[in-house]
C-alpha cells in the first residue's frame, strides 16, 4: 500500500485540528460551524479499488442504503473486494447486491481496467490536477467521486466536492446565502478556505448532521 504520507497534505487528527484552528482565524462562518460541531470526524477509506467502489456505491443513495449494499458486496466478494474477485461475479450476483446497472457497469469499468494494468495506487503521488484528472478519466467517474476519493481515500487536505449536494445546502445555511450555490458558486466561495478545503467540506457535513433540520430545508427548497 503506497505511504499516504508522501502526499502533498494529508488529513490526519493532528492535520484535522492545524486546517481547523487555521480555518477558525480567517472565517467567521467557519468558527461559528466548528462551535456546533467540534472537531469533524475523518471519513477515511483504504486507498485502491474497495474505497473507489465504496464511493461509488454511495452515489446518490442515503448512508444507511450504502452501507448495507457495501456489506453485501463485501460478502459476495469475500475474502475482499478486490478488481478480481468483483469481476468473477455476474450481474444477477450484483442486482442481487443492490447495485443499480449503471453502478455495475462502472465498477466492471474500473475493475477491468486496473486488470488490465491502470495503477491506481500510484495516484497517491500525483498533484491534485493530475490526479483529478486521471480519476474521471476512468469510465463512469464523475467530478464527484474523483473528488470524494482524494478526500476519504487519499486525505487530501484541500480536495473539495463542490458538486456534493450535502455540503451545497450547508454552505447555503452557515453563509446565510438565498439560495443554495451550484457546484461552480461553491468552487468560488470555497477558495477563501484554501489550503484547508477539504477540512472545510469535513466541517461542512458535520454542520450538516447538527443544524437546525428546519434551516437547512428552507435553504434547500
Not at 478556505?193 to 435553504?219: E, F, I, M, N
Amino acid at each position: 500500500m503506497p505511504d499516504r504520507r508522501k502526499a502533498s497534505i494529508i488529513i490526519d487528527a493532528d492535520t484535522m485540528r492545524k486546517g481547523v484552528r487555521s480555518l477558525r482565524r480567517k472565517c467567521p462562518h467557519i468558527r461559528h460551524i466548528h462551535d456546533l460541531t467540534g472537531d469533524p470526524p475523518l471519513r477515511d477509506y483504504r486507498p485502491g479499488f474497495a474505497g473507489l467502489a465504496r464511493i461509488v456505491v454511495g452515489q446518490q443513495v442515503s448512508l444507511a442504503a450504502a452501507q448495507a449494499i457495501w456489506g453485501r458486496l463485501e460478502l459476495a466478494s469475500a475474502p475482499v473486494v478486490t478488481p478480481q474477485t468483483f469481476l468473477l461475479l455476474n450481474d444477477d450476483d450484483l442486482r442481487q447486491v443492490g447495485l443499480s446497472r449503471g453502478k455495475v457497469k462502472t465498477l466492471r469499468g474500473i475493475a477491468t481496467a486496473i486488470a488490465d494494468g491502470f495503477d491506481l495506487d500510484a495516484l497517491s503521488r500525483k498533484p491534485e490536477d493530475e490526479l483529478h484528472a486521471t480519476l474521471t478519466a476512468l469510465p463512469g467517474v464523475g467530478p464527484w467521486s474523483a473528488e470524494i476519493y482524494m478526500l476519504f481515500c487519499l486525505g487530501r487536505a484541500d480536495a473539495f466536492a463542490a458538486g456534493d449536494l450535502a455540503l451545497q445546502i450547508s454552505a447555503c445555511a452557515a453563509l446565510g446565502l438565498e439560495n443554495r450555490p451550484n457546484r461552480d458558486e461553491l468552487l468560488t466561495i470555497a477558495e477563501r478556505w484554501k489550503p484547508w478545503r477539504g477540512v472545510a467540506a469535513h466541517l461542512l457535513w458535520a454542520y450538516y448532521k447538527v443544524a437546525d433540520r428546519t434551516l437547512l430545508k428552507k435553504k434547500h427548497s
